[in-house]
């Protein structure tokens, strides 16, 4: 008797077979990347508002030194700092996964944009210490994207570079055309990311080995990525000899 697996169905008449398995397998892996991103989203929620809580607490009853209420001020505005970029980096995540970032899609001049988000983080890379650099090539680098979304990339890989930089060390910032693409590297003088956070450092929550817990949310990677990949581009981890480089490129504006 000849097999008739290829010709059977199922009770919704629908053909029994790989199409149904691969869609059922998309969905529970869909399901398992929700129940990772409720379970770290929790986890830093409770962590930073463990802490305000802690600082409010002690602030409120009274019983503080002056100096160390002095100091527990300064700390209120680092949480809450942190818990407005979570809230910030969820969004902006909802956001691409609804499709969003194509709907505003027009020629945009990377050099400007480079310009104008390391001209607006000198004063944060002074306070941290740290010489922030440019290199731009003369004239007009056009990729097609949303100025304002790169610009959120920019700041994201910035802001982490710095983090991870000691006082007097060294984030550069570079654009390069290539023959279809537009480059750019941020390149810091840090501690470097070790073998095995390499292939996870752009998943959600993964801060690095030794990473501050003061440092970010351990989404900024992660928003970077959504971004990015949203303008038909893509971004990495490319070699150098200190510290961290990464990459991202983009299609030129057509």
């Not at 971004?227 to 490319?238: C, D, M, P, Q, T």
Request: charged residues 25%; proline residues 5%; hydrophobic residues 35%.
């Amino acid at each position: 008797m000849e097999n008739s697996t290829d010709s059977s169905t199922n009770q919704s008449g629908r053909p029994t077979g790989a199409p149904e398995e691969h869609s059922s397998g998309d969905a529970v892996a869909a399901s398992e990347r929700q129940r990772e991103l409720i379970v770290g989203v929790s986890h830093d929620l409770r962590g930073r508002l463990g802490s305000l809580q802690l600082v409010a607490t002690a602030l409120a009853d009274g019983i503080l030194e002056p100096d160390l209420e002095r100091e527990y001020l300064k700390q209120m505005p680092v949480h809450v700092g942190a818990l407005v970029a979570l809230v910030e980096d969820l969004f902006e995540l909802s956001r691409l996964e609804a499709g969003d970032p194509r709907s505003a899609m027009h020629p945009v001049d990377m050099h400007a944009v480079v310009r104008k988000t390391v001209e607006g983080m000198q004063m944060e890379a002074g306070m941290e210490g740290v010489t922030l650099t440019v290199d731009v090539p003369p004239g007009t680098t056009l990729a097609s994207g949303s100025a304002g979304k790169l610009e959120r990339v920019l700041r994201n890989l910035i802001e982490n570079a710095l983090h991870h930089t000691p006082r007097c060390g060294t984030v550069d910032v570079v654009v390069r055309a290539t023959a279809d693409s537009i480059e750019v590297d941020v390149t810091d003088t840090g501690t470097g990311i070790t073998e095995l956070d390499r292939d996870e450092v752009f998943e959600p929550f993964v801060r690095g080995t030794g990473a501050s817990p003061t440092g970010g949310t351990g989404l900024g990677l992660t928003v970077c990525r959504a971004i990015v990949e949203a303008h038909g581009g893509r971004i990495w981890l490319a070699e150098t000899g200190e510290g961290t480089r990464v990459r991202f490129s983009l299609p030129q504006s057509e």
